[in-house]
């Protein structure tokens, strides 16, 4: 394996995704090749309908191509079956929603708590506390997810995300259902996390000026990549 296949956290290599409906064949992807970085953080921009959530769930393992490579930290997600892929995430993904995704009859604590005690880690309690208190939530520990605001529940929602240190991060639209405040306080934890935690972060969004916080922006248009770009906080890059 050569330096750069060791640097490269995510390979793509001629992904398609395509599903059989009532009028045929639908090409939602299409020969889509791109390679990310460890510790990068990137944007996945593109219109509603696009193909970008869709490409999110193949980086993740969420499903699966149709055809071409997803190499997810020298893995080759598209030779796993589920169960594989699933021990794959819970070892080294975690993921934000734009839903939250909470288990509502678990307190902030306990949600935080859960992937960690699913896989038997000890220190499921002290890691949670330890990033509540990182996204401000350590006088929240007992409350529910009904108890919480909007705000509230997606910071419970990333430091649930954190916990078992992944080395991948995926987020789709994590500030779309929150104010303006409260969704720049998350997109601020989320960079603030990536950076202290050199997690690599990817994101789908609409909001430009949140994907140019990103080292790079893919733009996704037609299930086909159109550009990948610098943004703002652009690193260099070779790929």
């Given at each position: 394996?050569?330096?750069?296949?060791?640097?490269?956290i995510?390979?793509?290599?001629?992904?398609?995704?395509t599903?059989?409906?009532?009028?045929?064949?639908?090409?939602?992807?299409?020969?889509?090749?791109?390679?990310?970085?460890?510790?990068?953080?990137?944007?996945?921009?593109?219109?509603?309908?696009?193909?970008?959530?869709?490409?999110?769930?193949?980086?993740?393992?969420?499903?699966?191509?149709?055809?071409?490579?997803?190499?997810?930290?020298?893995?080759?997600?598209?030779?796993?079956?589920?169960?594989?892929?699933?021990?794959l995430?819970?070892?080294?993904?975690?993921?934000?929603?734009?839903?939250?995704?909470?288990?509502?009859?678990?307190?902030?604590?306990?949600?935080?708590?859960?992937?960690?005690?699913?896989?038997?880690?000890?220190?499921?309690?002290?890691?949670?506390?330890?990033?509540?208190?990182?996204?401000?939530?350590?006088?929240?520990?007992?409350?529910?997810?009904?108890?919480?605001?909007?705000?509230?529940?997606?910071?419970?929602?990333?430091?649930?995300?954190?916990?078992?240190?992944?080395?991948?991060?995926?987020?789709?639209?994590?500030?779309?259902?929150?104010?303006?405040?409260?969704?720049?306080?998350?997109?601020?934890?989320?960079?603030?996390?990536?950076?202290?935690?050199?997690?690599?972060?990817?994101?789908?969004?609409?909001?430009?000026?949140?994907?140019?916080q990103?080292?790079?922006?893919?733009?996704?248009?037609?299930g086909?990549?159109?550009?990948?770009?610098?943004?703002?906080?652009?690193?260099?890059?070779?790929?």
């Amino acid at each position: 394996m050569s330096v750069l296949s060791q640097l490269n956290i995510i390979q793509v290599k001629g992904l398609n995704k395509t599903v059989s409906t009532f009028e045929g064949d639908l090409d939602i992807l299409s020969d889509i090749n791109f390679t990310v970085k460890s510790g990068e953080s990137v944007a996945i921009v593109g219109t509603s309908g696009s193909g970008k959530s869709t490409l999110l769930s193949l980086l993740a393992g969420l499903d699966t191509g149709s055809a071409g490579e997803v190499f997810l930290d020298g893995e080759a997600l598209h030779t796993l079956d589920e169960e594989e892929r699933a021990r794959l995430r819970a070892q080294k993904v975690g993921f934000v929603f734009q839903s939250f995704m909470l288990v509502q009859s678990l307190t902030a604590l306990e949600n935080v708590m859960l992937p960690a005690e699913l896989a038997g880690d000890q220190s499921a309690k002290e890691q949670a506390l330890a990033l509540l208190e990182k996204v401000g939530l350590s006088h929240r520990i007992g409350h529910y997810p009904s108890q919480l605001s909007g705000g509230e529940q997606q910071r419970v929602a990333i430091a649930r995300a954190f916990i078992g240190s992944p080395k991948i991060l995926f987020a789709d639209e994590p500030s779309a259902n929150l104010d303006s405040k409260n969704g720049h306080l998350i997109e601020k934890l989320l960079f603030d996390l990536n950076k202290q935690n050199g997690t690599t972060l990817i994101l789908v969004t609409h909001d430009e000026a949140l994907a140019q916080q990103c080292d790079r922006i893919i733009h996704i248009e037609g299930g086909q990549l159109e550009k990948i770009r610098d943004g703002e906080g652009a690193k260099a890059y070779v790929g």
